[in-house]
């Protein structure tokens, strides 16, 4: 079965750019995790959708973020205007309602704004 | 509110000793409890869980965590270790706010394996 897939898996961008990340979630699971990491922060939970409802988007940083999710096999996370502070591993993770709560992680995208 | 805390930011270990990563956990309520595990440039793996079954669980790649409610823990050991275990490991636990389920992550560990 194929794993959660993101892309692209780099993106190197100018700031003031809009960046859009996206992800497909494993077949037939429901929850949907978008994540942040970075040496200073560590992993940080950005926003989360049950049946793509978005629960929980407490950990948005500010405006400039955005995500959505049209349908149960993709969802983008969008940052416009982008900025150097940005620059991190982003993750999307899914798993299934009701499941065993293991989260499966993609690869990540590996975002750098100059 | 359910967290977790890891001890230690860097443990190293020799090749062939025992591993062992502290995680202490905060719950008010029975815990579901994770590790994971992140190689260099990759996401993360899930290593083991508890989920109030048996107190010793046993994962993927040699590695097993304890529950302990008394001393509110859930550290991961291996009793020897290879080359390839170098990576971060995080400690994660299930907040579960009854309509919704999410993990909360530790700071992590790096493990350095040396010969």
């Known amino acids: 079965d194929a794993g959660v897939i993101q892309s692209p898996r780099h993106e190197v961008t100018e700031m003031g750019q809009e960046v859009t990340l996206r992800c497909k979630p494993i077949s037939g699971h429901n929850s949907l995790f978008w994540y942040r990491q970075t040496m200073m922060r560590g992993l940080e939970l950005l926003i989360y959708f049950n049946n793509n409802v978005p629960i929980d988007d407490s950990g948005m940083p500010e405006d400039r973020f955005s995500a959505k999710m049209p349908n149960a096999s993709f969802s983008t996370l969008k940052i416009q205007p982008s900025e150097p502070r940005d620059s991190a591993v982003y993750f999307c993770?899914?798993?299934?309602?009701?499941?065993?709560?293991?989260?499966?992680f993609g690869p990540g995208t590996r975002l750098l704004v100059l | 509110a359910q967290s977790v805390t890891q001890l230690g930011s860097h443990v190293s270990v020799s090749e062939g000793a025992l591993v062992l990563l502290r995680c202490n956990y905060s719950?008010?309520?029975?815990?579901?409890l994770f590790w994971y595990v992140q190689y260099p440039n990759q996401g993360l793996q899930l290593l083991l869980k508890?989920?109030?079954?048996?107190?010793l669980v046993k994962g993927i790649n040699g590695f097993e965590a304890e529950f302990k409610k008394s001393e509110t823990s859930f550290h991961l050991t291996k009793p020897s270790a290879h080359m390839s275990d170098a990576a971060e490991y995080f400690c994660a636990v299930r907040r579960y706010t009854g309509t919704a389920s999410k993990l909360t992550f530790g700071t992590g560990t790096r493990l350095q394996v040396t010969l």
């Open positions: 508890y989920t109030s079954a048996a107190t």
């Open positions: 719950s008010s309520v029975p815990p579901y």
């Open positions: 993770a899914s798993n299934k309602l009701g499941g065993s709560e293991t989260q499966y």
